[in-house]
């Protein structure tokens, strides 16, 4: 291999609200970010049971407990790292560094003191790979008075803009994040909503499953257009951006206080699959009417009646995904991590202020020195 002539390795590494796994991938930036491996590890099931129930609204949670999660995220990024390399024959020496964005467990960026809580301790990820780790995206942007979130629309802006057509980038992770890319106009951003989280818990619920594969439970319902109205009064859903949300906001407590007595598990289903699709369509058109075009990214993009329910609310929409601008949909965020570590470490801005809504850019991440 010809490294040391070529662009240096990034290892982007991601757990995001659905706790599905941590998703690894390893990049070289050469003009485009090129996805040299990639792959997604399960957490250990207990690991993720406890993940869950740290999110679960109004939790009480024990310092010890909250310490040793830390540690034990720590060690499965760092192993998921050290395997992805494994499997695919690269020395850590040959990685310039690990961006690790961890496991968010709690996000209030707003409130008098707005805080948003990864765990996935960074000492122990660069202490197992010896790679150096840049650890603790969200926090800098918080503290400039920013939501911390999406960080993604800026290597959207990077990689995925055109300069003609208006884009949308979609990502359909637990939450749905909006990237509107205008030519010529200020880089917007923000979650709209639920995109997978409230359907998953649903069918954990009733099916017994981590999701609803494909959609297939969903596509058996009828949706109810008066469920899907009164779960849009919701005010997050009309609020403006710069918004972001999470599991806090919307989980199964939230679904269970809004679902009618007697009504059917399918039909709910149904009807939440309208609902993820419709909160994007509207904010697509209140904040993008220009855009003719939807790349997605993220789990959501393998459930088929999602996308099928997409297509139906932005009709006149190109509803595709990230794969058509030669990003593996999965990977995106992992990729987005990478390039984030790239940019700490040659003193770059990571957020964009049009999307987070901070007082300026900022250099995002906290480096954590590794054994070379
Ligand atoms: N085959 C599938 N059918 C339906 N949903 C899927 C499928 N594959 C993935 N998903 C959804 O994608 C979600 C995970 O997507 P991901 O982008 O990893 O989200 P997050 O960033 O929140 O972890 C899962 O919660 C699941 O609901
Ligand atoms: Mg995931």
């Known amino acids: ?9 990034y290892l982007g590494l991601i757990s995001g609200t659905s706790a599905d796994g941590i998703d690894a991938a390893l990049v070289r930036f050469e003009r485009r970010p090129e996805l040299v491996a990639a792959r997604t590890f399960a957490y250990p099931p207990a690991l993720r049971e406890r993940v869950l129930g740290f999110a679960r609204s109004a939790v009480e949670v024990a310092l010890d407990d909250f310490g040793r999660l830390d540690v034990e995220i720590g060690r499965c990024f760092a192993d998921a790292a050290t395997e992805l390399l494994r499997r695919s024959g690269v020395g850590a020496d040959d990685v310039a560094a ?4 961890g496991q968010t467990i709690c996000h209030r960026p707003d409130g008098p003191s707005p805080f948003t809580l990864q765990v996935g301790d960074p000492n122990v990820i660069a202490e197992r790979t010896g790679i150096t780790t840049v650890a603790d995206f969200r926090r800098a942007d918080v503290a400039a008075g920013g939501q911390g979130a999406p960080l993604l629309p800026a290597l959207h802006a990077a990689v ?22 205008a030519p010529g106009e200020p880089v917007l951003g923000f979650d709209t909503g639920p995109a997978n989280c409230l359907l998953d818990a649903w069918a954990v619920r009733h099916l017994g499953t981590a999701r609803d594969d494909g959609g297939a439970w969903a596509r058996s319902g009828r949706a109810s257009e008066a469920l899907v109205a009164d779960w849009l009064t919701e005010p997050y859903f009309s609020a403006a951006p710069p918004k972001s949300t999470g599991r806090e906001a919307f989980n199964l407590d939230w679904l269970l206080a809004r679902v009618p007595a007697g009504a059917a598990p399918e039909d709910v289903q149904a009807s939440l699959l309208v609902l993820s699709a419709r909160s994007v369509a509207r904010d697509l058109r209140a ?3 220009a855009a003719r075009e939807v790349y ?11 996308m099928d329910a997409l297509r139906r609310e932005m009709p006149g929409v190109r509803v595709d995904t990230t ?4 990003i593996d949909p999965d990977f995106v965020e992992a990729v987005g991590f990478a390039w984030l570590a790239r940019a700490r ?12 809504g901070a007082r300026g850019p900022r250099v995002l991440g906290g480096v954590f020195a590794g054994r070379r």
């Open 1 to 9: 291999m010809t490294s040391a002539s070529r662009a240096p390795l």
């Open 98 to 101: 690990i961006g690790s964005h």
């Open 160 to 181: 995925f803009a055109d300069a003609v057509d208006t884009r949308a980038i979609l990502n359909l992770g637990g939450i749905a994040n909006l990237t509107l890319l």
């Open 287 to 289: 904040h993008a009417a």
């Open 296 to 306: 997605a990214c993220g789990g959501g993009v393998h459930n088929a009646a999602l």
């Open 323 to 326: 794969a058509a601008l030669g």
């Open 345 to 356: 470490l040659e003193g770059m801005p990571g957020n964009l202020p049009s999307v987070t």
